[in-house]
C-alpha cells in the first residue's frame, strides 16, 4: 500500500453561486471552491477570534455534507479513472430537494434535513459501494482514529473495515458541520440561535442536490479544496 498523505472525499457541496454556499462559506471563514479565506458574515454577534475558535476544525473541510468520507487512493487506480466514474455516476443521477435547518448533533452544530430522505440514502450507498474499489485499505493510525476508542457497536466497527467508515448505510446522517464541539450548552444555545438566524433566508427552500464535489487533501496538514464538480443529469 502506498504510504501517501494525499486523501480524496466525495462530499455534497451547494451550487458555489447559491445563497447557501455563501453564507456557509462565510460563517466557516473559508472557500474550498477557491481555497481561500472568505470575511465573516457582518453583524456577527461574536467575536471574530471565537468565531475562527469555534469553526477551526469544521473550515478545514469546507462547507460540505458527506457522502464518502475521506479515503487515500488505491495503488491500482488513478485520479483520471475517479474522476471518470464520478463523472459518469453523476450523469445517471437526477436532483432531489432536501429541506434543512440548524440543528445540535451532542456538541456540535450543522446543518441537517428535517426529514428522512431516501433519494439521499440510495444516493449515499451508491457511492460507498461503487467507489469503494477507489480506496486504498486503512493504515494502523486511521483504524485506531475512526474506531474511536472503542466506542464502536459491532456493526459499525464492521463498516469501519469493509467500508473505510463506521458511519455509512444504516449509521449515515446527513449533516454539514458548522461548528467544532462546543462543551457549554449556554454557549451552544447562543450560537445555534446565531446560526438558525443567519441561514433563515439561504435555507427558507430545500437545497437543491444537484451535484456532487471531489474534495482533495494534498496532505494530511493541509485543508481540504474542491477539485472538481460533478453536476447530475437532471440538476
Avoid at 481561500?36 to 456577527?44: E, Q
Avoid at 432536501?98 to 456540535?108: E, N
Avoid at 431516501?118 to 474506531?147: C, G, I, Q, W, Y
Wanted: aromatic letters at 12%.
Amino acid at each position: 500500500m502506498t504510504l501517501s498523505t494525499e486523501r480524496f472525499a466525495i462530499y455534497f457541496a451547494p451550487d458555489p453561486t447559491s445563497d447557501v454556499w455563501s453564507v456557509g462559506s462565510s460563517w466557516l471563514g473559508r472557500d474550498p471552491a477557491t481555497g481561500h479565506a472568505t470575511s465573516r458574515p457582518s453583524g456577527l454577534a461574536l467575536a471574530d477570534k471565537r468565531a475562527e475558535q469555534l469553526t477551526a476544525k469544521a473550515a478545514s473541510y469546507g462547507f460540505h455534507g458527506t457522502l464518502v468520507a475521506p479515503f487515500e487512493l488505491h495503488e491500482n487506480r488513478t485520479l483520471e479513472e475517479l474522476e471518470f466514474a464520478l463523472a459518469a455516476f453523476a450523469e445517471e443521477r437526477s436532483a432531489f430537494a432536501l429541506p434543512c435547518q440548524v440543528s445540535s448533533l451532542g456538541a456540535f452544530l450543522a446543518l441537517c434535513p428535517t426529514e428522512p430522505s431516501r433519494a439521499l440514502l440510495e444516493l449515499h450507498t451508491d457511492l460507498v459501494k461503487d467507489f469503494n474499489e477507489f480506496r486504498a485499505p486503512l493504515n494502523d493510525a486511521d483504524v485506531e482514529r475512526r474506531s474511536k476508542g472503542g466506542r464502536l457497536t459491532d456493526g459499525q466497527l464492521q463498516h469501519l473495515k469493509e467500508w473505510g467508515y463506521p458511519y455509512v448505510f444504516e449509521d449515515f446522517r446527513f449533516h454539514m458541520t458548522l461548528t467544532n464541539g462546543i462543551l457549554d450548552p449556554a454557549e451552544r444555545n447562543e450560537v445555534l440561535a446565531l446560526l438558525t438566524g443567519l441561514f433563515q433566508d439561504a435555507i427558507s427552500q430545500p437545497l437543491a442536490v444537484d451535484r456532487l464535489a471531489l474534495f482533495h487533501q494534498s496532505s494530511r496538514s493541509e485543508p481540504f479544496i474542491i477539485k472538481r464538480w460533478f453536476s447530475f443529469a437532471a440538476g
